[in-house]
């Protein structure tokens, strides 16, 4: 491995960090890296609960191994999200920075797959509301998925670039960026990538993050939180990313208190002496990481949010709906093109405004479409939170958990007649139909586990 890594790289960790070279290039060649995971507050399992726990993050968990977490029905049941344990820092970040008892409005830019954004959604209130945005429509579906099993409704899912954010002006308490880069902080774990990294590749991510926080800088409000942060190691990404940001904008840097046994590097930028925390592989059990953290001093004005009353057809449609879901009061019905969700009251303005600025690909939970006098519920509905304790579940073992999953015909001995929730171990995994001489699987196509011979 390191005969692999530029030299300029080495050079310019060693003279600008005092990097210790041996254990540091001795924790690349590392085969084996960490594996941890981030348990689902809201979905409690018996699983992982003894395992280590991350320091900086509550729900965290070291394995002593990776399982094959495909086979693993609670991870299709969003029990836990398999997570980078450096990028769970973010955590501790958060709670130095913000009052999460407050109603807040955040936005997660650089959103997919949904590590961040599934943690920042187990830290927030019920009446606060996660934008978690992906900029490449491919990588938009994976994210919509992981925070629809997450289960959460006070969350949309956006496909936008940073520079359509512009017009939300002073919209977000809190703006997290997980900003592209060279990527040198995953070598460990992807060792082909080193032959990708060049100086003059960390020179066009260095431009590219400056253009991202440039456009993103007006959405925040006046004392609001930006978070930034990279798998990068190198300077040009972090450190002076900090001294530009604060050079250019009306930004202060907020120091995170770190214990010592944690292993974290805190750093000094060179010119505005902003705080950053470094990530070593020879120092954490996790991957390279750096992430700083500021606030916003000035105003570039605010949105206004209006909250018109609630679109509902009829009545009827309203009384068939609310039977699915449990019986919050602050849950508003919205029909979008041809789908219902549900969506809290206190968001419909939100809903309003962004629909107008934004592309949005998933606002609170999708419950399904009406056909006829009935509804055909949605994914969405079964993982959630919202839905209704009255609706029928079925629990079945893991072997017929695993043929559910594979979207194959599941067999099941009842005398009840409709639709029904297939759960492992009391968890949602999604819906049947119950008729009288089959089983329609109705888990979607698209999240079916593929390979046949998974046991």
């Not at 085969?31 to 699983?47: D, E, G, Q």
């Not at 920042?120 to 629809?148: C, G, M």
């Not at 609001?224 to 990068?232: A, H």
Request: net charge neutral; hydrophobic share 35%; charged share 25%.
């Amino acid at each position: 491995m390191s005969s692999k890594l530029p030299p300029a790289f080495i050079r310019s960790l060693r003279d600008n960090y005092q990097l210790e070279e041996e254990s540091f290039l001795k924790s690349l060649s590392n085969s084996s890296p960490v594996t941890s995971i981030r348990l689902n507050p809201y979905k409690p399992a018996s699983i992982y609960n003894s395992a280590e726990r991350v320091l900086w993050c509550d729900q965290g968990r070291y394995l002593s191994e990776r399982p094959f977490f495909t086979a693993d029905p609670l991870f299709h049941a969003g029990c836990y999200y398999v997570q980078e344990a450096s990028s769970m820092f973010l955590e501790h970040v958060l709670k130095n920075s913000l009052d999460l008892n407050k109603k807040l409005t955040v936005l997660d830019l650089c959103a997919a797959p949904g590590g961040k954004s599934t943690l920042i959604s187990s830290l927030l209130t019920a009446q606060s509301l996660l934008v978690a945005n992906e900029i490449i429509k491919t990588r938009v579906p994976i994210l919509a998925d992981n925070l629809s099993k997450w289960g959460k409704e006070n969350v949309f899912v956006s496909n936008n670039d940073p520079r359509d954010f512009q017009k939300l002006t002073g919209l977000f308490d809190a703006v997290v960026i997980d900003a592209p880069c060279s990527g040198s902080g995953m070598w460990r774990k992807d060792p082909d990538s080193i032959n990708e990294w060049s100086e003059s590749a960390v020179q066009l991510c260095s431009q590219r993050q400056k253009r991202i926080l440039a456009d993103i800088y007006p959405s925040i409000n006046k004392d609001g939180i930006l978070i930034y942060s990279t798998c990068s190691y190198s300077k040009e990404e972090n450190e002076e990313i900090s001294d530009w940001l604060c050079e250019n904008f009306d930004l202060s840097s907020i120091r995170i208190p770190v214990a010592e046994d944690w292993g974290i590097i805190e750093t000094l930028s060179e010119k505005q002496k902003c705080h950053g925390y470094r990530f070593y592989p020879h120092k954490v059990r996790g991957e390279g990481f750096f992430i700083a953290c500021f606030k916003k001093n000035d105003s570039t004005g605010n949105s206004e949010v209006k909250n018109p009353r609630k679109n509902i057809q009829s009545s009827k449609e309203e009384e068939l709906l609310k039977m699915w879901i449990n019986s919050d009061p602050d849950i508003s019905i919205k029909l979008i093109n041809d789908s219902y969700f549900a969506i809290r009251t206190e968001h419909i303005g939100y809903l309003h405004l962004l629909q107008s600025k934004l592309y949005l690909k998933k606002s609170g939970v999708r419950l399904g479409k009406i056909m006829g006098k009935d509804l055909i519920p949605d994914h969405e509905l079964a993982l959630s939170l919202l839905l209704n304790p009255g609706v029928k579940k079925i629990n079945i073992d893991r072997d017929q958990a695993l043929t559910y999953l594979k979207r194959n015909e599941i067999k099941i001995e009842t005398d009840y007649i409709g639709w029904a929730v297939i759960c492992y171990q009391d968890k949602a995994l999604g819906w049947a139909k119950i008729l009288h001489n089959r089983i329609n699987n109705y888990y979607p196509k698209e999240l079916r586990i593929v390979n046949q011979n998974i046991t």
